[in-house]
């Protein structure tokens, strides 16, 4: 091969390994992109569960004030946080929603000491939507985590942390269920 060939299979073969790295650069900003909108869908989701459940918060607090009197504090506590979650950010509203979920379910347990009120619609209606809003979100917090981390190990990774680092992707926070979520109930010390 002459010398003139051996410049253009060189320039031929430097074009392609820039091609590639291009490639390569637009695929993994895509990826990264796709990602950090997952996070986004998961959240939201979150934020969905806790507004459904805030929304239906005034009924539960009308049908249950007139059969309970010394929960009347939990009740106001619930009403505050539905208050203080409608202007607040997705975070905010995650964390005072798991303060939320506590409390619904020791107003729960104080439900069935009344027979009466266990025995109404709405009441019956309240316990079986308190249920369903907590295994929501609990999977939503399980499905939001599952695509946070999936998105920050991108961020971490080598090559793609190439990228991340020059699009300034960051890090998600992982949602923690405080331990009184987890934890079992000990029905006799919420009436103390």
């Known amino acids: 091969l002459n010398p003139s060939e051996n410049m253009i299979i060189a320039v031929i073969c430097i074009i392609v ?3 590639i790295i291009i490639l390569w650069a637009v695929f993994t900003n895509n990826s990264l992109i796709a990602k950090k909108n997952r996070v986004k869908q998961c959240r939201s989701g979150i934020c969905v569960v806790l507004k459904q459940r805030n929304d239906l918060i005034p009924n539960l607090v009308a049908s249950v ?7 009347n504090e939990i009740l106001i506590r619930i009403a505050d946080l539905r208050s203080r979650a409608s202007n607040a950010t997705e975070s905010e509203q995650i964390k005072s929603g798991t303060e939320m ?3 619904l379910s020791r107003l729960n347990v104080a439900v069935e000491d009344y027979p009466e009120l266990r025995r109404t619609s709405s009441s019956f209606i309240f316990r079986s939507r308190s249920r369903t809003w907590r295994m929501s ?3 939503s917090g399980r499905t939001y985590n599952a695509a946070a981390t999936d998105y920050n190990n991108y961020i971490e990774m080598f090559p793609s942390s190439i990228i991340a680092s020059w699009r ?3 890090q998600q926070e992982l949602i923690e269920f405080p331990e009184s979520e987890i934890k079992e109930v000990k029905v006799g010390e919420l009436f103390k």
Do not use: N, T
């Open 17 to 19: 390994v820039l091609l």
């Open 168 to 170: 300034k992707h960051e």
């Open 137 to 139: 979100c609990r999977q």
């Open 101 to 103: 979920s506590s409390l």
């Open 65 to 71: 004030k007139a059969y309970m009197g010394h929960e």
